[in-house]
Each structure stands twice: as C-alpha cells, then as structure tokens.
C-alpha cells in the first residue's frame, strides 16, 4: 500500500512547475507555490526532524540528560534500522494554515505520523491533546506560543516558506511508547463531536488512501481542476482534498479561517481561483445560497463537483432552488465519520429525476412497536446514503444487532477489515464479526450513533440516534421535527437543539418577511402529535456554522435572542430589547439597572454592535447611544430609547414602572455638585527646581510622532532584528500609551500609566525606576509634559487631570471634571494652557497653574478622543460624530460639523488641516476653517488614530489602523498609496519615522500582540531610497521584522533613539533595541 507522501511526491516529480498551493490569507493576499517549491521545502523538514540522511529517527533510545538533546540533530538511523519496522512517532504540528504548515504535514509524513493541533487552541486543550496523544516532539511556528506544563527542550530552529519554526521535544514523553500495532500510521485526528465526545483517532495510510483513489476516480479530477479546501486542518476531510489535489497534480485553493466566516469573501476566491471541486457541509453551502445560483452553480462559472457531507444531506426540493438554469454541476451526498476515517459511501444525486419516494412502500412493510412508525422520520425528498467505497462495508444493525430488514430501521455500522483506525485508547470498543465471504478474516465494524432503515438495497439516515429527549415522561425525537418541518416547501433548512428543558426549532427561509412562527406551529400541528411539538420556534436569516462547517448550536442559541421579534409599542418592549440584546452580546444571563456595560465584560466593539442592533430594530439612529452605553449604565440607557422613542413617535405613552434617576436630587446630570469646583489644588508640595535652560530644551516623543525644542539631533536606523532590552511590571493591563521626554542633560525619562492606577516615570534607556505614584482610579490616558518641562499630565478615570512633579512625583494640582478622562491631554506650546476632552462632554483648557481658561460643551456626545492644537484652534471630535474647531483663546466654537457615527480617533494635523476616522471606516480631511476635503472609505471599524509623516520630498503619508487588520497609508488628498494586510485588527495608532536619512518605516502593533516593523520602500529596496528626486514616494509595505509580545496591543507604540516601546495588555512595558544588520 502506498503512502500519503508517495503519493505527493510522485505528482511532485511529473509536474513539478504545477500550481500546487494556492493560500488566500484575506480578500486581498495571497500567496502560491509550485509542486518543486512544496517538495523542497516538505524534504527540508522531514531532514530537520530525522537528521542529515533523512532516515526515520529511532527516538527510544534518546538518553534522558540534556547533553545528548543537543545531538539529537545530528543523529541518524541505518536503512537496517528501517527495515525492522519501527512504530512511527507521532509529531504534532502547531502552525497557523497556509503553505507552510502543509509542507510540515509532508515532511513529517516521511517517516512518522502527524498530529495537526490548532494554533488559537486554549492552554486547557493544548494540554488535553498533548496528554492524550503525548507526542514526543512539536513543529512549532514562532509566532505561536507553547503553553504547557510540562519541561520541552528547543532542539532545532529553521525556516519553512520564510516563516520561522522551531522543533521541541517534550523531555516528560521522551520514553513514552505508542501502544499501536498499525505500522503505517499516517495521522491523528479528533472528532468533531457529533457523534458524542470528541475522540483521538489514530488513522493509518491503508485507511485513508482508498478514500483518495475512489475520489479521484469518481470526480473524475485531472491536472486543469482546482481544488477548495473548506475544512479546517483538524477536520478529516481537509486530508481528501489535501491528496486528491497532490494525487492528480491538481491545484489545492486554501483560505485562513477568518475568510471562510465572510461568505461574500471565500465565493469571490472560488469564482477567482476558478474553483471546480468543493467539499463542504450543506451548512457552509446555504450561507452562501443567495449567489450560487449566479455563480459557483451556474452555467457558464458553475463547479465540476460539489460533495456534501458531514451532516444530514439538503432536501432536493432545496437543492434544487440552489442550481442555476442548465447547471452542469455532478453533486453527490457522501457520508462517513472519523472512526472510520474519512468517508465510507457516496450517491451520486440526479436533482431533475424524480425525488426518492419511500414512503408508501414503507408503510406496507414496517410493522413496529408502540405505534411508532418509521415513517414519522423520514421525508419525500431524501436521498440515500450511497453505495459503500472501496474495502468499506456498511450495515444497519437492530437493538439485537442483528441485520435490518427491508423497511427496518436501527443503527447504522461503518467498518470493514483494511479500513481500522485505533480509537481513543486503544481499546476497539466496537462489534466484531467473521466474514464468511472472506473465510475468517475479521471485520471491525464502529457505530456510527445514527439511525437508519432499509429501503431497496440503500440506506437511509434518519438522523442522530442522541438526538432522543424525553420530554413529560416520552420520548422525543428532535430529527423527527427536523424533518417535519423540512418538509414544508418554505422551509430550507430546520435544526432542532434542545435547551434547558425546552425544545427549539430554528427554521431557516427564504422568505422570513411572510413566513411567522405561528404559520410554522399550524402547519407542524398536521404532522406532529402535540405532546411533540416544540416549545419555541425561531426564524433565522441562516443556520450559522462552526469551525469544522457543521451546524454551531451556541450560535443558534444567541440568533434564539437577537431573532426574538419585538413590538416597540410601550417602555416595557423598551426595557425587553434592551435587556435582550445586552446580555446577548456580553454573553451574561441578567442584567440589572445600576450595571455598565464595560464593568460587565464590554469593550468598544461590543458596544457598537449592541448599538446597531438596537437601532437596526428601532429603525432610527440614536446619536448619543453608543456613548452612553460605554460610559452609563443600563437604566441610562433604557432612559436614552425611552426619550428617543417619544421624540420619534411623537405620542405620550406611561410605563408600567418610573424609573428611578440615577443621580441624586442635589446633583447635576453627570453626579457632581452643580457649581463644579473649578480646581482641586495639593498644598505644601515642596519641588526640587530643575535649571531652565534644561527643561526648555527638550525632545517629546509621543504616538503622534517627534516634537523638539531646542537642538536635538536623533539618527534612526533601518531595523533588521530587534532585542529585548528591558521590561517593566505595572500590575494590570496597559491601555495607555508612552510619552519619552529627553532634555538636553542626556536624561530621557518614560512616562506612562496603567489600570493599576499607578503612574511611573522610568529611565528610558534602563528601564530603573524614578518614582512611582498612585492615582485614584485607573489610567488610559496618554500622558503630556508641561511647556516649562517641569509636570507631566495625565486623566484618569476619577475624572481628575493631575499635574506632576517630574523631578520627585508629587501631585501639584489636580483638577476636576464632571466624569472620566480617557482623553489624552494636548498642550499649546505659544500660552502653556493644557487641553482635554471629558465624558461630562466637555473640553477644558487650563493654565499652567490649573485654573479654569474656559470649557465647552461641544455636543451631546462625551469626548474620547485626544483634542489637536493647529496654532490658534484646538480641534476636537465626540461620541455622537461631532467635529468641532475651537478659538484656543476664548473656548468659542468657530466651526462644527457631524460626521453621521462615533469618533474614537483622535484628529491630527497634517499640511491642509486635520484628518481622522469615524467608527464605521470613513478617514476625513477637514481644512482648518472647517470644510469637509475628502473622504476615504475603509468599510470597517476604525479605532486607531492617524500619524502624519512629512518625508523630504514635502510629501505627506497619513497612516491609519483599521480593524480589518489592514493599516492603510494616505496622501494629503486622500488618495490611497498603499496597504499593509495584518493578522489581526489594529487600534494602536501606527508610528512613522525616516530611517538612514532615506527609508520610510512604519511600526505596527496588531491586538494579537504581533508587532510588525514594516518598510515602505520600493520592492527589493534593501538598498534602493524610496525618496526620489522627482518628488513622488513609491509605497510597497514589507515586513522587515516581527516581534510577539504575550499581551494583546491597544496602546501605540513610541519610537527613540533606535529604542522601541511597546505596552501590552500583559501588565508589561517593553523596550526593544533596534539593531541593523
């Protein structure tokens, strides 16, 4: 029998320029490799893990101390050694998806067995996979962490298509023996838990391979065919479409996972890839359903072949509907489960015959028990499950495990004597039989947990035999209301979860504007007895899916909330959809009056979609609603709809309750005495005099870039590695980001502070400790230094500015606000007067002695974001969408516009004005007399501000983060000059600088943690300038080098003197020395 990486590299060697991989990593990367470049690089790690002759390595012999670890490499196995017939090791793989890891998978498969682990896994099932398989070595990629409690030794380091890997061993399991008696293990898998627990299968090559060779045959796949790969890595039908490709020379389409959750995303790759074989469960199918008929299975663009399996196959009726006008597309419904891995049958589904009509006949030939008949489960429509593939054999068995009969229904058996995969522990918990056919060769056949019958020589599935509730002392089956509601022509698709002690139907169609759940109960009540019919039905745009494609129950059970239809016709239905969608979206089971939403779990993201399902259901905006989510609690909330609800209808209604105000009656709206203390001042502060001529002279560096006053003169250098040079521990979690302040006596301070409450000043360059002081409350604004140099400020959400010594950290004044400051303060160099925004919605300008200039309510809507100085006016931007021009000197408001949501980016200056992003994606350009310049939409979430490089030329490039991972660089008109494509969503702000006098670098820090230092230069511009003489920049984003810090990464990252500082969510602040090469 042959193996899976013969079959590879055989194709390998006839077709070695062929596509072989073609990896999406979103809509608009990729990257592709050729058979040769995939063979290459598989061999260079079957030689990293079995040393410099590429024999299997004899590991049972590996000595326990570390001294001979290090000559693990170097070690090799004799072909002698080979021949004995060793156990393959089995090799897990934690890698994230994409051309690397199936080159991994490859190399591995040589001489061992791989154990493909998810690299976004918890610590609890990591450890639970690496206890139950106890692999003794790990291919881990280097932006994946290793977190297990256990000792593991890095033995090798290398490099796979440029991504970084290290091979580990785990030292506990050095001496652990597979108690396997299969020699050709290929592989370990887990169930998808379908069919109960989830389990670890053992999978040998003479197991999976004739699922390849049948396939192939069947679908009739040649070299011209592209294959999708739908299903995850740790899903057993990822390695039949993974060798149906490497068998024929065919090309394998793959996409990361977050690409096959956007349907309109993972379609348009197929269309572009020119997709012809798809494999994939129906469910993943139907989300896509509104645009297959134009396309994947249309006429012209149509597939070759679509396979459905993994759950129950769609009505034909419904199948039907999906195809577009003389489709030529060959389906089939393929059943199987991972205990026998992949698939064990397949039918070949001819849509314009005539559906498959049992049910007449079955009810002649199916005499049963306690009046319940078989055809209570079964629709007119079904197909079967096929006929049995290649050394497979099929059975339906009775509770007396005896053979069904025509008509007959009982459990559904998978097996046969070649096909056996060692399950769990090893232990074959399933039925053996002697085939006489085969003289006394053995059949190990597993049940499969689903109920089926017999009908003219084909099987039928009739769902999950655990899919039986008892409800009232009788038994219930849910499929049995599947697919009764299934047989109603509206109905696409049902799936019927039980919850708690309630049953629930989510219905799926295609026309749920007419479609009401009571039409769905009437209907039911013709075919159900009403002791079975359920408690709730839900109708649902789509079934949504998990990981693997199957249906997610968990997802059903949150669209059980959001699809509630709800009447807005009083305070009460008020009160419910807000209590309905809060606990929803923080996952939370109540809600109670005096709750916030971000004390419950909430952050900004969450807010915004609480918002828009909210008005998505009110069917009005509400300006202010996402600022009194994050900042109010529920009953302010609830307050809000409730006025916006009678603005709106202009009509007087009187609720069941009046709400109690949650402010008392002495108090202003924001809970501060109505005569706000203008400034709360800290007497007998004694503070060391710093010379002036020190102070004044100064570099501030901050996440809007460099600002010097005085001679300072920094040299930066283009990066190609970075060292950690020091770290420091605040407590909690750092939101804040940086400011570095250097004077002119060589001393460069760090300022920052941190959910602890604390604030530090730090030496920059060490990472000693100058002081520490302890604020009120907890800290996310973005500190500033004083026009004199002498005081630091900083927010916090006491609703306190506090001014700081910088010389000892005494308190010098703190003023008050009527709520939090999560606004960074901005100071204006030519008056000293410090500028911030507040949640009471106000901005305050003071003087340097902490007196009140003046104050400004400029909206409804509190303000986040940091204000921004252009000479003689302070712009600044508001939670309701309001951006506003302010005279610096007097507090009036010069100018105002809306920019229709939320601003959580801070405005920056830039040549002809400002510039910053609303909440929905769109990067304004406003002059600085208020008029709107241009537009640019990125069409998602933006929460990073933007920075602004002048380059030499006299160019401007405007950097902005967006949550769809991507950082987009602007010029002064708004046009796009290029796109760096992340990992993960950006809400730091980017930090820009000029390297060599001559390269542009940009430093991006993604929430995943992942800081990325990024070159603009021109491709290949290792030593090309990108600042031409003719005065036009060419912006090509690469990533130069890339450092994983633990934490996820809200605040920005700050820039000096080729020191790096990053401050994570993790608690920690850390500096990296950029070093070049």
């Keep these: 029998m042959d193996k899976l990486s013969d079959i590879f590299n055989e194709t390998a060697r006839k077709h070695p320029d062929n596509v072989a991989i073609v990896f999406h990593e979103n809509e608009s990367s990729f990257h592709q490799v050729t058979y040769k470049q995939l063979q290459d ?107 297990v409690d256990l000792d593991f030794i890095v033995i090798s380091a290398f490099a796979v298509f440029d991504k970084s890997f290290k091979l580990i061993l785990l030292k506990e399991l050095q001496n652990h023996v597979l108690n396997y008696g299969n020699r050709d293990l290929a592989y370990v898998i887990t169930t998808s838990g379908s069919t109960g627990i989830p389990k670890f299968v053992y999978v040998p090559h003479r197991c999976i391979i004739p699922n390849i060779y049948d396939f192939v045959k069947i679908f009739r796949i040649g070299i011209e065919d592209a294959i999708f790969c739908a299903a995850p890595l740790t899903f057993d039908p990822s390695v039949v479409d993974l060798f149906m490709a490497f068998k024929t020379g065919a090309k394998l389409v793959m996409v990361a996972p977050q690409v096959l959750k956007i349907p309109d995303v993972f379609l348009d790759i197929m269309i572009k890839e020119k997709v012809t074989i798809l494999q994939a469960t129906p469910t993943l199918v139907l989300s896509i359903k509104a645009k297959v008929k134009e396309t994947i299975l249309s006429k012209d663009l149509g597939l070759k072949v679509l396979a459905l399996g993994g759950e129950s196959f769609p009505k034909l009726s419904v199948l039907k509907n999906w195809l577009g006008k003389n489709c030529k597309t060959r389906i089939f419904n393929i059943y199987g489960i991972t205990e026998v891995s992949c698939w064990a049958t397949v039918e070949e589904v001819n849509v314009d015959e005539d559906v498959h009509c049992i049910k007449n006949d079955l009810a002649t030939n199916n005499p ?87 009908k003219n020589g084909s099987i039928y599935c009739l769902g999950r035999l655990d899919f039986i509730v008892k409800r009232n002392g009788k038994k219930i089956s849910l499929h049995e209301i599947t697919r009764a509601c299934e047989t109603f022509s509206y109905i696409e698709k049902c799936m019927t979860i039980q919850e708690g002690k309630k049953i629930i139907a989510f219905v799926c169609t295609s026309n749920e504007t007419v479609i009401s759940e009571e039409i769905v109960k009437k209907d039911l009540k013709s075919l159900l007895s009403y002791w079975k019919m359920p408690d709730e039905i839900i109708i649902v745009k789509e079934i949504p899916f998990n990981e693997h494609g199957k249906v997610s129950k968990e997802k059903l059970l949150e669209e059980r909330q959001i699809g509630i239809t709800c009447n807005i016709t009083n305070s009460d239905s008020l009160e419910y959809l807000l209590k309905t969608h809060w606990t929803t979206v923080l996952g939370i089971n109540t809600v109670h009056y005096k709750d916030n939403f971000v004390k419950c779990g909430g952050d900004s993201l969450s807010a915004i979609h609480l918002a828009e399902e909210l008005e998505k259901h009110l069917t009005y905006e509400v300006p202010e609603l996402l600022d009194v989510i994050l900042n109010r609690n529920f009953e302010n909330t609830l307050e809000l709809l409730t006025r916006c609800y009678h603005k709106e209808n202009k009509k007087t209604f009187y609720p069941r309750k009046r709400l109690r105000r949650a402010y008392p009656k002495n108090e202003s709206r924001f809970g501060q005495q109505s005569g706000i203390s203008e400034r709360d001042i800290v007497l007998n502060i004694k503070t060391k005099e710093i010379q002036a001529d020190i102070v004044k002279q100064k570099c501030v560096v901050s996440r809007r870039g460099f600002f010097k006053y005085g ?47 604390n604030f530090i000043c730090a030496d920059a360059l060490s990472g000693g400790e100058y ?52 606004s960074s303060p901005v100071v204006d160099y030519s008056t000293g007067y410090v500028i911030f925004g507040s949640h009471d919605k106000n901005l305050y300008c003071l003087n340097k002695e902490g007196k009140l200039v003046w104050k400004n309510e400029i909206s409804k809507g509190s303000i986040f974001s940091s204000p921004c100085v252009c000479d003689h006016l302070v712009c600044v931007a508001t939670l309701d969408g309001v951006i506003a021009g302010v005279d610096i000197k007097s507090g009036v408001t010069l100018w105002k516009d809306h920019v229709s949501k939320p601003v959580f980016s801070s405005p920056a200056k830039y040549s002809e004005g400002i510039v910053f992003g609303n909440v929905i994606g769109d990067i304004f350009g406003y002059s600085f007399t208020g008029c709107r310049l241009w537009k640019y939409e990125v069409g998602s979430n933006i929460f990073s501000s933007p920075f602004v490089l002048k380059l030499q030329s006299g160019e401007e490039v405007i950097a902005i983060g967006c949550h769809n991972n991507n950082v987009y660089f602007l010029n002064s008109k708004g046009e796009k000059k290029s796109v760096y494509c992340g990992k993960s969503p950006v809400y730091a702000t980017p930090f820009l600088y000029i390297a060599n006098n001559s390269y542009v670098i940009s430093v991006i820090c993604e929430t995943s943690g992942l800081v990325n230092i990024v070159s603009l230069n021109d491709e290949n511009s290792s030593c090309q300038p990108v600042l031409h003489s003719t005065g036009k920049t060419s912006l090509t984003p690469s990533t130069v080098t890339e450092i994983k810090i633990p934490g996820e990464l809200f605040a920005s990252p700050v820039l000096h003197r080729n020191k790096l500082y990053i401050c994570s969510r993790d608690n920690f602040i850390y500096s990296f020395d950029l070093k070049p090469n």
């Excluded at 970075?722 to 006596?745: A, F, H, R």
């Excluded at 409350?777 to 026009?787: A, F, L, M, Y």
Aim: hydrophobic share 35%; glycine share 6%.
């Design 711 to 757: 001679n300072f003169e920094v040299d930066l250098l283009l990066p190609q590695h970075t060292e950690l040079s020091w770290k420091y521990n605040l407590g909690k979690c750092i939101d804040s980001s940086p400011i570095i302040v250097e004077y002119s006596n060589d001393k460069v301070y760090l300022f920052v502070g941190s959910h602890s409450h």
């Design 368 to 454: 049963t028990k306690n009046n319940e008949n078989v055809l209570d489960n079964v629709s007119d429509d079904m197909v079967p499950i096929g006929k049995p593939l290649s050394s497979t054999i099929i059975k339906v068995l009775k509770s007396d495990y005896e053979e069904a009969a025509e008509g007959e229904q009982g459990e559904i058996f998978v097996g046969g004597t070649e096909r056996v995969c060692w399950v769990d522990d090893g232990s074959l918990c399933v039925l053996e039989f002697i085939n006489v056919k085969d003289n006394d060769s053995k059949q190990v056949l597993r049940q499969t947990g689903d109920k089926g019958v017999l």
């Design 771 to 822: 002081w520490s002081i302890t604020l009120a409350d907890r800290i996310e604004s973005s500190p500033n230094v004083s026009q004199d140099g002498r005081f630091v400020y900083v927010g916090c959400y006491s609703g306190d500015l506090f001014c700081i010594s910088i010389d000892d950290g005494h308190i010098f004044w703190k003023y008050k606000t009527g709520d939090v400051i999560k």
């Design 41 to 147: 690089e598989s061999m260079n790690v079957a030689g990293t893990i079995s040393g410099r002759h590429g024999f299997m390595v004899d590991i049972s012999d590996v000595a326990s101390d570390e001294s001979n670890f290090d000559a693990f490499a170097r070690k090799t196995v004799s072909s002698s050694d080979i021949n004995n017939e060793q156990h393959p090791s089995v090799i897990a793989i934690l890698c994230h998806p994409g051309p690397a890891v199936i080159a991994c998978i490859l190399g591995v498969l040589k001489y061992n067995a791989y154990f493909y682990i998810n690299p976004d896994c918890s610590k609890v099932e990591l450890m639970t996979c690496v206890n139950r398989v106890k692999p003794k070595f790990i291919l881990v990629e280097e932006d994946v962490s290793v977190n």
